[in-house]
């Protein structure tokens, strides 16, 4: 493993995420942290004082670091960290001196493919050698607290980087799968996303409807396991409160993945099929529902599956 890694952006995911790399880090190893949040990195650094370095931007998180893993919201914090000619990745790459080793970067935050290649595009021209994956997570809060987020890694199976990637990305989580080439690692998330949100709407709708008709709604949970309509969101986090004891539903829908991610995730899912000329019905039907119940005042900043309740589910 590596001893001089960078971590940028330390929120809800990356704060767990970068937690469990450093205990993975041989002791001498550094970390060297930039987050826009100031209170972010403060609280990082308290827990991992001797390890953690405070820096006071991108720029600098580059230049003191081999490996440098970014966790934000958007693309265009993604392009700001990355290209800011003065404080950004880019002006530490700008004017390297001979003997530095090339830098490799990995980007797991969700975001437009088209986002991620102009970056990687710009890297490419600053710096030939430096090294540009997309590795964006799913498995939420939970997974990257527990280690076991899996990584769609934006290469093929055989690129030579593919185990070093691994060994690194396994300190954070579980699965790592190669997608195919640069941005497909997105495009599998974005993919994936786009049907656990619809999954998400279709387990509301039929629960609510299954209630409605006069079924015990753990009798209705327990018919969707044994059927052919079994999937993880009905399983795990059952938009319906009381469910399932761990999930957001049943802490009011606290916490897990806020419902303003999902609008932006099927909505870049969206773009994505106009894109590459692919169908997408349910998807343009749910990102109304997801849009809708992100600006509602009951939903907004709760767990996306909150939008059993935006839908008129029965909370009683
Ligand atoms: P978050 O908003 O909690 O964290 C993002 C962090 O980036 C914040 O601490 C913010 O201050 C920092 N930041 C923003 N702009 C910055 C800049 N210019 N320079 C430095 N730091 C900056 O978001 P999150 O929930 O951790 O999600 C991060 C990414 O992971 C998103 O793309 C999200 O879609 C994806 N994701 C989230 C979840 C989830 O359950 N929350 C699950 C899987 C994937």
């Keep these: 493993l590596p001893t001089s890694i960078g971590f940028i952006g330390l929120g809800i995911m990356g704060r767990p995420m970068a937690t469990n790399l450093a205990r ?32 006071a931007n991108a720029k600098e998180v580059t230049e003191k670091s081999d490996i440098i893993i970014t966790m934000l919201p958007e693309g265009a914090h993604v392009k700001s960290v990355y290209l800011d000619a003065a404080t950004g990745v ?28 102009h970056v990687k595009a710009q890297l490419h021209a600053h710096s030939p050698s430096s090294l540009f994956y ?32 691994t060994s690194l990305l396994q300190t954070m989580g579980g699965q790592v799968i190669p997608c195919g080439g640069p ?20 387990c509301a709708e039929a629960m609510d409807m299954g209630m409605r008709a006069g079924i015990d709604p753990p009798v209705l949970a ?3 396991a044994a059927g052919t309509a079994q999937n993880r969101i ?16 049943s802490n009011g829908y606290q916490g897990g993945f806020r419902v303003q991610l999902m ?7 969206v773009d994505m099929a106009r894109r590459v000329g692919a169908r997408n019905i349910l998807g343009a039907t749910g990102l109304g529902i997801y849009a809708a119940a992100s600006d509602a005042t009951d939903c907004r900043d709760l767990d996306s ?12």
């Excluded at 993975?24 to 308290?46: G, M, N, R, S, W």
């Excluded at 002006?91 to 797991?108: G, Q, V």
């Excluded at 809060?141 to 070093?164: I, Q, Y």
Aim: aromatic share 8%; glycine share 8%.
């Design 234 to 249: 009905c399983d795990t986090f059952n938009p319906v409160p009381g469910l399932c004891p761990k999930a957001p539903s």
């Design 134 to 165: 997309d590795a964006p997570v799913s498995g939420g809060v939970l997974g990257a607290e527990n280690g076991t987020v899996a990584f769609f890694l934006g290469c093929s199976a055989s690129d030579h980087n593919v185990p070093r990637l």
């Design 24 to 55: 993975k880090l041989p002791p001498d190893a550094k970390i060297h942290v930039h987050d826009v949040v100031a209170t972010a990195t403060e609280q990082f650094y308290t827990v991992f004082p001797d390890m953690v370095v405070k820096c």
């Design 263 to 269: 609008r932006k995730d099927i909505g870049l899912a």
């Design 183 to 202: 941005s497909l690692g997105l495009a599998a998330k974005l993919s994936n996303n786009y049907l656990s949100g619809i999954i998400t709407v279709a």
């Design 90 to 117: 880019l002006a530490a790459l700008s004017s390297p001196t001979p003997e530095s080793a090339p830098k490799l970067f990995i980007d797991s935050s969700t975001i437009d493919t088209a986002s991620h290649l």
């Design 305 to 316: 599956r909150v939008v059993y309740r935006y839908l008129g589910g029965r909370e009683d």
């Design 222 to 224: 327990s018919v969707f």
